[in-house]
């Protein structure tokens, strides 16, 4: 049963922290999206990738994000410096193409005090 | 930038009731996909739509591709208390290279 992997599930810091939250795409999916889930927002997408290479990350704030894909198999979203605002749900979902069906992880919660 | 209006918020039903959901976009999608989400986890996947007109079931779920291309339909027959969550539609635009959710229907039933 292939399925997006998450890690940490749950993550408490203090406000100014580094915050790296990892993520396993289905083998042999090409494409690895990064999304952020509040209550007043919704799902935003902050950015994806293609074969490892990053597509688009306007959605992120560059000053404090970072999204990388060292190999096919683990991606990853920094936080640094973290801040209260950041505080949400962290999907990784992946697929075979940006606007088709997408998979998704079981999120990391991240609580920044 | 595109947005999805996704309708109702919110339903509150009796069990056993059918629910029918919906969202419209200004824009042409190539893709609509439905997706529930159960507290505490991610989105999952329920049905997947690629030309427009389409009907496509998943057990006690349809959904229909509206074939101006701007709407998509879910419907559920027969709820049941696992039925409970949030369903997000989302639209796929080939050029625009992404998915676009909507704002999620939260589907709370009565006992």
């Known amino acids: 049963d292939a399925r997006v992997t998450q890690t940490p599930r749950h993550k408490v810091t203090e406000m100014g922290q580094e915050v790296t939250m990892r993520c396993q795409p289905i083998?042999?999916?090409?494409?690895v999206f990064w999304y952020r889930q509040t209550m007043m927002q919704g799902l935003e997408l902050l950015a994806y990738f293609r074969n490892r290479a990053p597509l688009d990350d306007s959605g992120m704030p560059k000053d404090r994000f970072s999204a990388e894909m060292p190999d096919a198999t683990l991606a990853t979203l920094k936080i640094q410096p973290s801040e209260p605002r950041d505080s949400a749900v962290y999907f990784c979902a992946s697929g075979l193409d940006a606007y088709s069906m997408q998979y998704f992880g079981p999120g990391t919660r991240l609580t920044v005090l | 930038g595109q947005q999805l209006n996704q309708s109702p918020q919110s339903m509150f039903i009796q069990e056993g009731e059918d629910v029918s959901m919906n969202c419209t976009s200004s824009?042409?999608?190539?893709?609509w996909l439905w997706y529930k989400q159960d507290p505490g986890e991610g989105p999952v996947l329920l049905i997947a739509l690629y030309k427009a007109g389409e009907l496509t079931s998943n057990g006690r779920l349809t959904a229909q591709f509206g074939i101006t291309r701007k709407d998509s339909f879910l419907n559920i027959s027969a709820s049941i208390p696992s039925d409970v969550g949030i369903y997000f539609c989302a639209g796929g635009e080939q050029g625009a290279q992404k998915l676009v959710f909507g704002q999620g229907t939260r589907l709370t039933i009565n006992p």
């Open positions: 824009s042409i999608f190539n893709t």
């Open positions: 083998l042999g999916h090409n494409t």
